[in-house]
């Protein structure tokens, strides 16, 4: 369980984020935001892609249709990795031109969900300041309705749904808390928010993944570790990491058992080797799949 391991030895990210694992075909996709790039890799091949945009971009998932959705810095767009062409999809956050797109996930119905942020990434890649709560919550349909649950969000993340589909869970690291929602699979809507957890101490809360026990484990931006929680929100274990800002994880490999752990090198005093890594840990827990999206 404690040991962990670099599967792309030479591989940094800048600023690496939202890793997305496709069951069907056994491969890892995930993003550098600052880098502006998009990677996918086979493991049991060995398989390294690596795709490259003229926009930040912090999410990329796979289509049913073929192809992929990806995050861009204030729109959604279709990408087809055959012929590198991006096409615009849908722009949910078009009303705050100050923000960026940050994290984002599918829910088990296809429906793809983004939030955002103030935008703090300078044109060079240079950090900016962040000087106030503008992100928005937003569900997007496969036909490209825009449905926004939330607003006045910090940095958001972490979405993940439970088991039964009754829950969904969603953070502000700036709040320094993960809600808990009642969750409608049917119609994607939620409401009645509960804290679910907060933890002081152990850097700040980034994204996370949930294990087939309903555990959700939590990636902790300049606190080294990620934190297991157990169904009630407690704390169930922390697990010391060789670099400061792990970003998330994921779940994947056959038995869906590996633990995949995005970091950046960004925002570090570069005295640590692995900064920007893609770590692995198995943790012989079965993890939730991800999901393509629908449209």
């Given amino acids: 369980m404690t ?18 694992w496709d069951q069907p075909t056994q491969t890892l996709y995930w993003v550098d935001i600052i880098g502006k790039a998009a990677f996918a890799w086979k493991p049991a091949q060995n398989d390294f892609q690596k795709w490259t945009f003229d926009s930040l971009i912090s999410a990329i998932v796979p289509r049913r249709n073929g192809g992929f959705l990806v995050a861009l810095h204030n729109e959604l767009a279709f990408f087809d990795p055959q012929t590198g062409e991006v096409t615009p999809f849908v722009a949910p956050d078009a009303d705050h031109a100050q923000n960026r797109s940050n994290e984002a996930r599918v829910d088990p119905a296809g429906r793809f969900w983004l939030g955002t942020m103030q935008n703090n990434i300078g044109p060079k890649g240079e950090g900016l300041a962040i000087t106030e709560h503008s992100g928005t919550l937003n569900r997007i349909d496969a036909d490209g309705t825009v449905t926004r649950f939330g607003e006045n969000i ?63 484990w939590n990636a902790r931006y300049g606190g080294s570790c990620i934190i297991r929680f157990n169904p009630a929100g407690a704390v169930d274990r922390i697990i010391d990491l060789p670099v ?4 998330s994880c994921v779940f994947g490999g056959p038995n869906m058992t590996t633990l995949y752990i995005t970091s950046a090198a960004d925002d570090t005093d570069g005295t640590r080797p ?22």
């Fill in 3 to 20: 040991d962990i391991q670099t599967p792309l030895p030479d591989l940094r990210c800048q600023l690496g984020e939202g890793p997305f």
């Fill in 154 to 216: 910090g940095i958001s993340n972490t979405m993940l749904w439970s088991h039964d589909g009754t829950r969904m869970f969603f953070g502000d690291t700036l709040a320094n808390r993960m809600d808990v929602y009642d969750f409608d699979m049917t119609t994607g809507t939620i409401g009645n928010p509960k804290l679910f957890c907060s933890v002081e101490g152990r850097g700040g809360m980034d994204g996370s993944a949930m294990d087939c026990d309903g555990f959700i």
């Fill in 244 to 247: 400061t800002n792990p970003t």
């Fill in 274 to 295: 692995l900064e920007g890594a893609l770590l692995a840990i198995e943790t012989e827990i079965a993890g939730a799949p991800c999901h393509r999206f629908a449209g």
